[in-house]
């Protein structure tokens, strides 16, 4: 059947299973699944080896072709009527963190292969080829930075870097990528930043909003804009029974006050919606009865507005420089920064349209428009091609927990968005 781009998109919507859905991922779920119903599969380890092998075992079921790439992303592909067409691309990630949950990056991979399988029951052959993808180490639990796989995709370049990075037993990206690939000799190698025609992901919104308006799906529009830096404050270690406190060079007492005046630029600018973190920190020695000598932290800064970010830049250097009245010295540094990610406008009425129809269908309230703020690899493919996002809600707006869910028929609603979506942009 070769219907037009409408047709297509109808029938693959109406075609999504959403028993089937469901069950594929629950069985996805099992590997590396804890007692307390959440996964641990972090990049490369043995259970999320096992986990690639099941889905190529599930993509070739369907009559997929599958490859690999140098960075170790696995790709799905269902052949189109022209395939010299760049396929329409779809999928998420499958690892996960050391304690997450089902859903995070793993519904979109399973979702995308539940499209493939709703076009083979309505006999749908596209015009283009469609590839159904599963990027390696987005989340970065176990090698840093996250999103790895898609960013090396888009540029090849920077896996020489990422191969250097090692896990906390010292392994490295480098070693864990090469004994991926050898695990699937029988799997053919793919080149990177092979042309695409599109990209939608889908995903849980790790967030509260879509289940605060009671709206099934969301467009999202972009991926808001983040800085990262690290705060070192050097003071000098002392006794703690000994030392007079107006004698003390404590590097803690310099780090609270600058932590101080990080939160108050916060709350001063949360008209913009600034989201501010603190989340890792490092003391020296660590010790109950010494003075802290070093304490090192991070910052990790969100907004959609990039100029808010500079005035917290501009903030944060004024504050080291001139603003903490201490002995003690101290440095910051950005060691990543993304500017704001916008998704193409004909992308997102697409998606707009795909969502408006699944929902009515349904008897739920319309979509409605957000931007993410969390990171995404479609952060990435927007670069390389035209790319949208499709969000469902997240129960209580968790995610990174054994505790993250979705409600089930939200599940299946963002599948159908999704088939439809990918229906349309493959048959035309």
């Known amino acids: 059947m070769n219907p037009t781009d409408l047709q297509a998109a109808e029938l693959a919507q109406d075609h999504v299973n959403g028993e089937r859905l469901l069950e594929a991922i629950s069985s996805l779920a099992s590997f590396g699944g804890r007692d307390d119903g959440g996964v641990s599969r972090q ?5 999320d080896l096992a986990s690639r092998r099941y889905l190529i075992d599930q993509a070739r079921s369907m009559g997929c072709e599958v490859g690999i790439d140098e960075c170790a992303n696995l790709f799905f592909r269902r052949p189109g009527l022209d395939n010299d067409l760049p396929p329409v691309l779809t999928g998420s990630h499958a690892d996960t963190q050391p304690v997450g949950g089902t859903l995070d990056g793993a519904y979109g991979v399973i979702a995308g292969l539940e499209v493939i399988a709703a076009l083979n029951d309505a006999g749908i052959q596209t015009l283009r080829p469609i590839e159904v993808v599963a990027w390696t180490n987005e989340e970065g639990s176990r090698f840093g930075p996250g999103t790895m796989g898609s960013s090396a995709f888009v540029e090849p370049a920077r896996l020489a870097e990422y191969r250097g990075s090692r896990d906390g037993d010292g392994i490295s990206f480098g ?8 695990a699937v000799s029988d799997v053919p ?3 990177m930043a092979r042309p695409m025609a599109s990209y939608v992901e889908l995903h849980i919104e790790q967030g509260p909003i879509l289940e605060a308006e009671n709206v099934p799906l969301g467009v999202v529009d972009g991926i808001q804009s983040v800085r990262w830096y690290r705060v070192e404050c050097q003071g000098t270690m002392a006794h703690a029974g000994t030392t007079p406190m107006d004698r003390r060079n404590d590097a803690m007492a310099t780090a609270h006050r600058v932590a101080q005046r990080l939160y108050e630029f916060a709350a001063a600018e949360a008209a913009t919606q600034v989201r501010l973190t603190l989340g890792r920190w490092l003391v ?4 109950v009865n010494t003075i802290p000598g070093r304490v090192e932290f991070t910052i990790d800064v969100r907004c959609v507005d990039e100029a808010v970010l500079d005035r917290f830049e501009a903030m944060l250097n004024e504050t080291i420089n001139t603003q903490v009245a201490s002995p003690a010295t ?7 920064r993304r500017a704001s990610t916008k998704f193409p406008e004909h992308m997102q009425r ?3 349209k795909a969502c408006t129809r699944a929902a009515t269908l349904a008897g739920r309230k319309l979509p409605i428009t957000l931007t993410s703020g969390a990171f995404h690899d479609a952060m990435y493919l927007v670069d390389h091609c035209p790319t949208s996002m499709i969000f469902v809600p997240s129960i209580d707006g968790v995610s990174h927990n054994a505790s993250e869910a979705t409600a089930p028929d939200d599940l299946v609603l963002g599948a159908q968005a999704l088939a439809y ?3 349309a942009l493959a048959s035309s």
């Open 43 to 47: 990049t490369l380890t043995e259970v």
């Open 175 to 182: 070693e864990a990528l090469d004994s991926a690939l050898a």
């Open 189 to 191: 190698r793919l080149a």
């Open 284 to 287: 020296e020695p660590n010790s």
């Open 330 to 336: 101290v440095t910051a540094t950005c060691f990543f």
């Open 350 to 352: 697409l998606v707009e």
């Open 421 to 423: 979506t990918v229906a």
